[in-house]
């Protein structure tokens, strides 16, 4: 009876180490991630701006203005409004913080600053009244000096290195704005002793422009790739609407005729833009 007990003691210890095992091996802790994005980081990028439909219209201010265009009988047209693309290369530098609370989910925020040289002008062309009405051009344009954004971000790990992201939160920027008005001749419309304008042939005849720093908001999203510990690549995609700016003054430069110089208002739409840019980030 002793050597069988044995025997089936021996024969159950067989039987469960593989049971035994297998049970440990699927307790045991999954391998460390490759890449932890975890922590600070500063970078730097460039790229690309665009925007395909800025308009400018303008309206007339007063009298002269009024009656030299489409509002008398002095032979002019309504000056036309002018749609016109704005585009531009950008350069920039980046510094944010990103949390990684488990394999596949990162949060963060991140702030940026870009310098740009962003813009384009259009042109309306149009007749302006007087003996006899001349071919003239109004010639808007728009600048952006440079923008910044600070902005949340959401991202999913398809690998340890490899991040896919959606971003958005607010957007700054400096635009500058102009309009200027030049005839093929020379020629005057006033009231005298109250307001008018005098143009000479081929030189500004009515100018104005605007400055303003504009916020809004942004939002996109990109792809990032770990090349090392310390250091990954990204390309990304933001929308950016930095809002409505002020209209334009355009005021008649040779008063000398009159006390009092006429005007144009020029109205911009609001300033929107896209960009996608590249770059490195290196995380401390």
């Known amino acids: 009876m002793t050597k069988r007990a044995g025997y089936l003691v021996a024969f159950a210890t067989l039987m469960a180490t593989p049971v035994l095992a297998a049970d440990m091996a699927a307790k045991a802790?999954?391998?460390?991630?490759?890449?932890?994005?975890?922590?600070?980081y500063v970078g730097f990028h460039a790229g690309y701006a665009w925007d395909g439909d800025p308009t400018v219209s303008y309206t007339p201010n007063d009298g002269p203005a009024n009656a030299s265009?489409?509002?008398g009988g002095l032979g002019g047209t309504c000056v036309p409004p002018a749609t016109f693309g704005i585009s531009g290369g950008l350069i920039g530098i980046r510094a944010g913080y990103n949390w990684q609370p488990d394999r596949r989910w990162l949060a963060g925020v991140e702030s940026d600053f870009n310098w740009t040289a962003?813009?384009?002008?259009?042109?309306s062309n149009f007749f302006i009244g007087g003996k006899p009405p001349a071919a003239s051009t109004f010639q808007a344009t728009e600048n952006v000096d440079w923008f910044g954004?600070?902005?949340?971000?959401?991202?999913?790990?398809?690998?340890?290195?490899?991040l896919l992201y959606g971003t958005g939160g607010l957007?700054?920027?400096?635009?500058?704005?102009?309009?200027t008005l030049v005839s093929a001749a020379s020629l005057g419309v006033f009231i005298p002793k109250?307001?008018?304008f005098f143009c000479v042939a081929g030189t500004p005849c009515f100018v104005g422009n605007t400055s303003q720093t504009l916020t809004g908001y942004t939002a996109g999203g990109g792809v990032a790739y770990a090349i090392s510990p310390n250091v990954s690549l990204f390309v990304?995609?933001?929308y950016i609407n930095l809002g409505h700016i002020k209209d334009v003054n355009s005021v008649a430069l040779n008063t000398a005729m009159t006390p009092a110089p006429s005007s144009f208002t020029a109205h911009f739409s609001d300033v929107i833009f896209n960009v996608v840019r590249g770059g490195l980030n290196y995380k401390f």
């Open 29 to 40: 802790p999954p391998p460390a991630p490759s890449y932890n994005w975890t922590g600070f």
């Open 69 to 71: 265009t489409c509002g």
């Open 118 to 123: 962003l813009g384009g002008t259009g042109a």
């Open 149 to 162: 954004t600070v902005r949340g971000r959401l991202g999913w790990l398809a690998t340890d290195n490899f």
């Open 171 to 179: 957007a700054y920027g400096r635009v500058n704005t102009s309009a």
């Open 194 to 196: 109250t307001i008018g």
């Open 236 to 238: 990304e995609y933001l």
